[in-house]
T-cell receptor, first 115, second 115 residues
Framework: DQQVKQNSPSLSVQEGRISILNCDYT??????FLWYKKYPAEGPTFLIS?????DKNEDGRFTVFLNKSAKHLSLHIVPSQPGDSAVYFC??????????????FGQGTILTVHP | SAVISQKPSRDICQRGTSLTIQCQVD?????MFWYRQQPGQSLTLIAT?????????ESGFVIDKFPISRPNLTFSTLTVSNMSPEDSSIYLC????????????FGSGTRLTVV
């Protein structure tokens, strides 16, 4: 049972345009949602996060939107740059119980930004 | 944020042998996690490494196959035992440095190939 899903395996965008990466979840017991970026041969690096009580968080070129009723979040990158080309993972943090603090990851979306 | 040094970065091993992966954190972390990323797949949590006690394993993972040690708050090891080609994956450790959504740092990963 995949609790966090990224249904688009890949996304191709022109430099300067907006990249929108999507993520859906099924479990309401998450308190934070995080986005990670991963280059080959490196570990994931934290990008941006959002609390479950917020609907938007912005950090420079990166904005994350959360729609709790739809159990959907998205990461917007604008303007996109070739250096943004990487695999992007959506992750959700368990709010409590025996799973407290554990992250559940989506499958990842490969973003390619063309010059 | 904390920096995690993970080694080895890659290895090619014979089936039936074991490999121990090490993660060293440059500061004390409250929680450490071990993940597996099979080709084209998401990061799957193997276990939570607990300092001074046995690790807590996720469904589908057992201590005999993936023994974990955590002798102190800055170090942990994962052993992949009696390896088969199905164990070929990237293995990642992660540390949670404290409260807040920013506190998850990852090692650079170990790419394991079992032949």
């Amino acid at each position: 049972d995949q609790q966090v899903k990224q249904n688009s395996p890949s996304l191709s965008v022109q430099e300067g345009r907006i990249s929108i990466l999507n993520c859906d979840y099924t479990n309401s017991m998450f308190d934070y949602f995080l986005w990670y970026k991963k280059y080959p041969a490196e570990g994931p690096t934290f990008l941006i996060s959002i609390s479950s009580i917020k609907d938007k968080n912005e950090d420079g070129r990166f904005t994350v939107f959360l729609n709790k009723s739809a159990k959907h979040l998205s990461l917007h990158i604008v303007p996109s740059q070739p250096g943004d080309s990487a695999v992007y993972f959506c992750a959700a943090r368990a709010a409590g119980g025996t799973s407290y603090g554990k992250l559940t990851f989506g499958q990842g979306t490969i973003l390619t930004v063309h010059p | 944020s904390a920096v995690i040094s993970q080694k080895p970065s890659r290895d090619i091993c014979q089936r039936g042998t074991s490999l121990t992966i090490q993660c060293q954190v440059d500061s004390q972390v409250t929680m450490m996690f071990w993940y597996r990323q099979q080709p084209g797949q998401s990061l799957t949590l193997i276990a939570t490494a607990n300092q001074g006690s046995e690790a807590t394993y996720e469904s589908g993972f057992v201590i005999d196959k993936f023994p974990i040690s955590r002798p102190n708050l800055t170090f942990s090891t994962l052993t992949v035992s009696n390896m088969s080609p199905e164990d070929s994956s990237i293995y990642l450790c992660s540390g949670r440095t404290g409260q807040g959504q920013y506190g998850y740092t990852f090692g650079s990963g170990t790419r394991l190939t079992v032949v």
